[in-house]
């Protein structure tokens, strides 16, 4: 199955230049059709100096862009910049996939506006980290999936992302019957431990995935789940975690390259660790609840992270993953 992929090449930090090779490198040994999306000029000038095939990357031109520093709302009102005409060429069928390393927040907003929802599903990320359990899966990876802005989900949204996540997990990392649990909330939240007894025995008997219960923070780190569901509280307060574990230095460090590790120059990037991108930067955050496929990439990808999350894409498009998703939520209920 054919897999055209809009990739929004002006988001992220490090501009063009990294979306352009990640293009040009998949057009020489995938048959993955990337659209780059941005100042025509700029990402042809780029493409003259790289090798590629050009029967698989095209460019289609706009004429503004969402920079980090803007306010989304503002920035999605301008006529077509390039995430939002990535976004439409998905939802009008001229692409498959969006692909983009800009701002989260215009990313939903694109998608709200161009996609298409799952009925009766609240709309969220998931993310990517590159987990302990690679014996179980060729890419390595887990799912931590919350409900970004939505800090009250009902239990009905976690079990539905439940199911998509594991969805997910079986189309890109080939594992059939994924491990799923919902990670316990902060002192003082509400528990996830507080779930109906009914929901929790839902999930107990599904058939897709194997429920583990109630998860701790360290047990995404120890091969236990291959994906964990949350609301959005919860996913911030780990993700702290998971920063904090990622500026750490190798286990038997001395105390002072302990304190060279966690205050050296070049650890910390827009006040996170840059340990971090590296370690969880597997290539993006499936949009979930939604008809058609998107990553949504860090905004710090480099060329192979953005290289993964346009293959990510394709395989969820050619795995026909919104559809299995939305089956694995109508099987719960």
Known sequence: MRARVALDAMGGDFGPEAAVRAACALSLDTDIETILVGDETDLQQLLDREPYDPARVTVRHAASWVSPEEDPLRAMRRKKNSMALAGSMVGEGEADALVTAGSREACLLTLQKYFRRLPGI?????????GSHKRRSENG????VDVGANDHCRPRDLMAFAAMGAAYVRAVASLERPRVGILASPPGAKSSESLPETLLATLVAAEDFEFVGVVEEPDLFGGLVDVAVCEGRTGR???????DRAAEAPPGSDSRTRALWRHRPWARDDG??????????????????????????????????LRNAVVQ????????????????VAALR
């Open 237 to 243: 307060s780990v993700m702290r975690g998971i920063e």
């Open 313 to 328: 894409a394709a395989l969820l498009v050619r795995g026909q993953f919104p559809a299995s998703a939305r089956q694995a």
């Open 141 to 144: 990876l887990a799912l931590l």
């Open 272 to 305: 996170k660790p840059r340990a971090l991108v590296e370690r969880i930067n597997y290539g993006g955050s499936p949009a979930l609840g939604f008809s058609q496929v998107c990553i949504h990439a860090h905004r710090q990808s480099q060329t192979p992270a």
């Open 122 to 130: 609240v709309p969220g990320f998931g993310f990517v980290f590159a």
